[in-house]
């Protein structure tokens, strides 16, 4: 875990997070093929915009400007993914596994980030998030048992 000097570096490097999160989940709405899974990764790409505005929201209420998008390429998304071989993407049960961890990887991190944060509502903000994170992987993991039990 990265050594953060300020409330505002955690934040910032939540929001950093949530952008990175927002590329992934359209990362991977693009390399589905039929809408319904493909809507499904969209609407979760909406959600970490959201992610990001409430985290955005908390600098602005310490009178401070957001800072300007991160490069998602910079961002380390290695947590999550596997090779994914070029010819055939990604499938969608495969898509399944690979959000799942990453949402459990981001639950993990909102509580770490929440136990670090002395401002009580940055913290109740990532406690917010870290909830949401854990819904999210739950969703995912219902979905794949679905999609494990049809084959």
Same mark, same amino acid.
């Given at each position: 875990?990265?050594?953060?000097?300020? &409330?505002?570096?955690?934040?910032?490097?939540?929001?950093?997070?949530?952008?990175?999160?927002?590329?992934?989940?359209?990362?991977?709405?693009?390399?589905?093929?039929?809408?319904?899974?493909?809507?499904?990764?969209?609407?979760?790409?909406?959600?970490?915009?959201?992610?990001?505005?409430?985290?955005?929201?908390?600098?602005?209420?310490?009178?401070?400007?957001?800072?300007?998008?991160? &490069?998602?390429?910079?961002?380390?998304?290695t947590d999550v993914m596997?090779?994914? &071989?070029?010819?055939?993407?990604?499938?969608?049960?495969?898509?399944?596994?690979?959000?799942?961890?990453?949402?459990?990887?981001?639950?993990?991190?909102?509580?770490?980030?929440?136990?670090?944060?002395?401002?009580?509502?940055?913290?109740?903000?990532?406690?917010?998030?870290?909830?949401?994170?854990?819904?999210?992987?739950?969703?995912?993991?219902?979905?794949?048992?679905?999609?494990?039990?049809?084959?």
């Open positions: 875990m990265e050594e953060f000097e300020s &409330d505002e570096e955690i934040l910032q490097f939540a929001i950093g997070r949530e952008t990175s999160s927002y590329q992934f989940y359209t990362d991977l709405a693009q390399e589905m093929e039929n809408p319904m899974m493909k809507l499904l990764f969209e609407n979760f790409a909406k959600e970490e915009l959201r992610h990001k505005a409430m985290l955005e929201l908390e600098l602005m209420k310490r009178g401070l400007v957001v800072p300007e998008p991160v &490069d998602t390429d910079d961002l380390d998304q596997v090779a994914i &071989d070029p010819e055939t993407g990604v499938d969608y049960k495969n898509a399944l596994v690979l959000a799942i961890n990453k949402e459990e990887k981001s639950f993990r991190l909102y509580i770490e980030l929440a136990a670090m944060v002395k401002d009580k509502n940055s913290r109740e903000t990532l406690l917010s998030l870290a909830q949401d994170e854990a819904k999210h992987e739950l969703q995912f993991e219902i979905e794949y048992g679905a999609v494990t039990k049809g084959k």
